[in-house]
T-cell receptor
């Protein structure tokens, strides 16, 4: 079974631009979560989608948004980029088990650099 | 507010030794405690996880010890190998939640 895939793997943008990152979950997984990883703040939860609905959102400004499509693929968008948005953006997918699984499987991430 | 405190920040262990990483959490509503392993340039990979109804879980050389009353859990890597050199993250989440709260990570170096 293929793992979580993320595109693109690397991205360079300038301040003020916007960016869209894409995530394809493991086949059969309906939940997709996004995380931001930086050396200073570590791994921080952005938001989670299940069946095209945002179920949970982390403490990030409104410039960060996302969506999920009917095939469970997800995109996240960052508008008006700031230097501090430079980070590794990770997507994780999950399935449901009888106990309501929390297990999440991460993709390789998209490395975003804002100049 | 840091809800998950992980220590140490870095760890150097000789090949064959035991690596021990500790985490402490605050929210008693957490009921899922995974450990992730991350190599440079890769996403975190789920290593092992535990729920609070057991005090220990072992998978191969990796063991999680869980102390509910102390709100602490730890990862033990037995017979540590150079290939185990990576950054390890503990995490927590609530019942049925997909929002993981991560510790700051421990960079493990296993020297021959």
């Amino acid at each position: 079974k293929a793992g979580v895939t993320q595109t693109p793997r690397y991205l360079i943008k300038t301040r003020g631009q916007q960016v869209t990152l894409s995530c394809s979950p493991i086949s059969g997984h309906r939940s997709v979560s996004w995380y931001q990883q930086t050396p200073g703040q570590g791994l921080q939860f952005l938001f989670e989608y299940f069946s095209e609905t945002q179920r949970n959102k982390g403490n990030f400004p409104g410039r960060f948004s996302g969506r999920q499509f009917s095939n469970s693929r997800s995109e996240m968008n960052v508008s008006t980029l700031e230097l501090g948005d430079s980070a590794l953006y990770l997507c994780a997918s999950s399935w449901m088990t009888s106990r309501g699984s929390n297990e999440q499987f991460f993709g390789p991430g998209t490395r975003l650099t804002v100049l | 507010q840091q809800q998950v405190k992980q220590s140490p920040q870095s760890l150097i262990v000789q090949k064959g030794g035991i690596s021990i990483i500790n985490c402490a959490y605050e929210n008693t509503a957490f009921d899922y405690f995974p450990w992730y392993q991350q190599f440079p340039g890769k996403g975190p990979a789920l290593l092992i996880a535990i729920r609070p109804d057991v005090s220990e879980k072992k998978e191969g050389r990796f063991t999680i010890s869980f102390n509910k009353s102390a709100k602490q859990f730890s990862l033990h890597i037995m017979d540590s190998q150079p290939g185990d050199s990576a950054t390890y993250f503990c995490a927590t989440s609530g019942a049925g939640s997909y929002q993981l709260t991560f510790g700051k990570g421990t960079k493990l170096s296993v020297i021959p």
